[in-house]
């Protein structure tokens, strides 16, 4: 339907969705000349074709964004993580976009909303201070809205997802703290002069394991005659102190690794004397896993005592893929012992190596090819 208005705009009209008794659930459009609205409705029909909406399409932002995090995350992730979804939507997405409807987010609200935040959203104390978000934040927030609209959009909700419009800011790449082989050496020297915290650093640097994950590991996971570590929970720290203990970050996370011999040796022996259900107990309150902070500091510890850089205990997952991959581990095989929901991933995030790894083989073709030639 196509009318002038008395005001002398013109507005149309098409049909996107039905109501529960069957009536049909409009979108408006208006422009100031017939030509420009009959191009902006072709668009719309375009955008709209085999999208069936429904009455709950007509909702606020705020009000899915809730529904969202209630009923469908509720319960499918950990309860810190949808505390951090929360906070990001409730303090960074909803007092700007949060009263827009929702089948009007559009591409550019969401590119608006990053730019603004990069500048202008750091809190304090609930109120803006002048500064931006890291780059990092902003992504995050990107990552949240992104599967909220997605999901809308498999319920009937959005006819597109306006998200997939956007580029969520590029993140800084910063150099990873990779300790090189006299460096390894020199740490492995370390540790074997401290018999409380050996063993926990040397399952580290032999799996790569997440420093959760380690502090959570228990005599159960670990089957002597096989070799084979399961990785099943991880440790958290939380606010205002204490552990709690959860599932690994991603379903990619729950796995069977195949440990080195030494390291295998390493734990038969430790569990002939162990006397908790957890394989690294906490030194002071064995009825207790390690704390991931208590293990953080005595890293730090390590380090100084040995001269090497002032990496974070996550640098060792590094120094481990790291010196993997250039032992000529493939990355598929790296993926899953380090719990990565995609081998893709492992090999962006590695790719420093896996360039060297191409030189080197690009040098061995070159070298053949001449020997023929």
């Known amino acids: ?16 969705g039905h109501k529960k008794n069957g009536d049909s659930i409009f979108r408006y459009l208006y422009a100031d ?26 909702m606020t932002l705020s009000e899915w964004l809730d529904q969202w995090l209630d009923r469908r995350m509720a319960g499918t992730v950990r309860g810190d993580t949808l505390d951090g979804y929360r906070r990001d939507l409730d303090n960074h997405v909803k007092p700007r976009l949060g009263q827009k409807q929702l089948t009007k987010i559009s591409p550019a609200d969401l590119k608006d ?15 803006d201070n002048g500064r931006g978000l890291a780059p ?22 959005l006819p597109a997802n306006p998200a997939e419009g956007v580029t969520p800011p590029k993140l800084p790449r910063s ?14 020297a370390a540790i074997s002069r401290d018999p409380l915290w050996h063993d926990f ?77 957890g394989i690294f107990p906490d030194p002071l309150k064995p009825e207790n896993p390690t704390h991931p902070g208590g293990a953080y500091r005595r890293l730090k510890k390590l380090l100084e005592e040995a001269g090497l850089p002032n990496i974070r205990f996550h640098d060792l997952r590094h120094t481990f893929a790291t010196h993997a991959l250039a032992g000529g581990v493939d990355a598929k095989t790296l993926s899953g012992i380090l ?6 991933f492992t090999l962006d995030t590695y790719a420093h190596v896996t360039g060297d790894m191409q030189r080197h083989a690009a040098g061995i073709v070159g070298d053949f090819i001449q020997d023929i030639l």
């Open 201 to 277: 650093f040397y399952v580290e640097l032999t799996t790569g394991l997440r420093r959760g994950e380690l502090c959570g590991l228990k005599w159960r996971d670990f089957d002597s005659e096989t070799g084979t570590l399961n990785v099943r929970r991880t440790i958290h720290m939380k606010k205002g102190g204490g552990l709690s203990e959860g599932d690994t970050k991603t379903y990619a996370g729950m796995r069977a690794i195949l440990l080195p011999k030494s390291t295998v040796q390493l734990l038969r022996e430790r569990k002939r004397a162990a006397l908790t259900e």
């Open 113 to 127: 909303l990053y730019a603004y935040l990069l500048e202008h959203g750091r809190l304090s104390k609930g109120r």
């Open 33 to 58: 000349t017939q030509k420009e609205l009959t191009a902006k409705l072709r668009q719309s029909i375009d955008a709209y074709q085999g999208v069936e909406l429904t009455e709950q399409s007509r």
């Open 339 to 344: 719990g990565h929901t995609k081998a893709s």
């Open 136 to 157: 990092a934040t902003v992504r995050g927030i990107h990552t949240t809205l992104h599967h909220a609209l997605k999901t809308a959009v498999e319920e009937g909700l």
């Open 175 to 188: 150099p990873k703290g990779i300790l090189n082989n006299d460096q390894l050496d020199t740490l492995m």
């Open 1 to 16: 339907m196509v009318r002038k208005r008395d005001d002398g705009r013109w507005e149309g009209r098409i049909v996107i």
